[in-house]
């Protein structure tokens, strides 16, 4: 099956700080989502980003299908921004990766 | 908020029990998957229903059952409960049966087994 690896596993930022979080999967893919775990448990919907880029406030993502790796930038970061991260692939199911756990400090 | 509702969003019980979680996709979404995530497996695909039939099907124990109603509802059974099953138990949904519809998650139901 598809094997989806996210890096880094962690990242601690000060606030105001930029990041790059990476997504590689192992086979080509019709769908790929990125998600935010927030602290409470709930996972929010950040880009249905099979190919190509897209922005949405702080946060943009890209997506090279090609070279099958997806990449998260997170610019001028928040407290609020803290929690997990995750990449999730779909070539019959939505596969997750392990998640970056990403840490924002005032 | 996503459109699709779980409850119910916290439960504790005891081993050897059974419960039942509840999910209402988004109005018009016809797809309804069911992941697990626990602290040492991560987020993990169990099962999803299209339409009212499954449509595939991942980890999912024996233990555990599933079915999606006409009114596009489905519920998630989970019998003969162990330790190891506490987890929070996510429901999300999709407009499309295929690879490439874009999924939208319920919060959760966090089961806690003792």
């Known amino acids: 099956g598809i094997q989806v690896e996210q890096s880094p596993p962690d990242l601690i930022l000060q606030e105001g700080a930029n990041s790059t979080l990476r997504c590689n999967f192992s086979d080509s893919v019709n769908n790929l989502q990125w998600f935010h775990q927030n602290p409470w448990g709930q996972l929010i919907n950040l880009f249905y980003i099979p190919s190509g880029t897209k922005q949405n406030g702080r946060l943009s993502a890209t997506t090279v299908a090609t070279e099958r790796y997806s990449l998260l930038y997170i610019s001028s970061s928040q407290t609020t921004d803290s929690g997990v991260y995750f990449c999730?692939?779909?070539?019959?199911?939505?596969?997750f990766g392990q998640g970056t756990e990403l840490s924002v400090k005032p | 908020d996503s459109g699709v509702t779980q409850t119910p969003k916290h439960l504790i019980t005891a081993t050897g029990q059974r419960v039942t979680l509840r999910c209402s996709p988004r109005s018009g979404d016809l797809s309804v998957y069911w992941y697990q995530q626990s602290l040492d497996q991560g987020l993990q695909f169990l099962i999803q229903?299209?339409?009212?039939?499954?449509?595939a099907k991942g980890n999912i124990l024996e233990r555990f059952s599933a079915q999606q109603f006409p009114d596009l509802h489905s519920e998630l059974n989970l019998s003969s409960l162990e330790l190891g099953d506490s987890a929070l138990y996510f429901c999300?949904?999709?407009?499309?049966?295929?690879?490439?519809?874009?999924?939208?998650f319920g919060e959760g139901s966090r089961l806690t087994v003792l």
């Open positions: 229903y299209y339409n009212g039939e499954e449509r």
């Open positions: 999300a949904s999709s407009a499309s049966g295929s690879d490439s519809g874009e999924l939208f």
């Open positions: 999730a692939v779909q070539g019959g199911k939505l596969i």
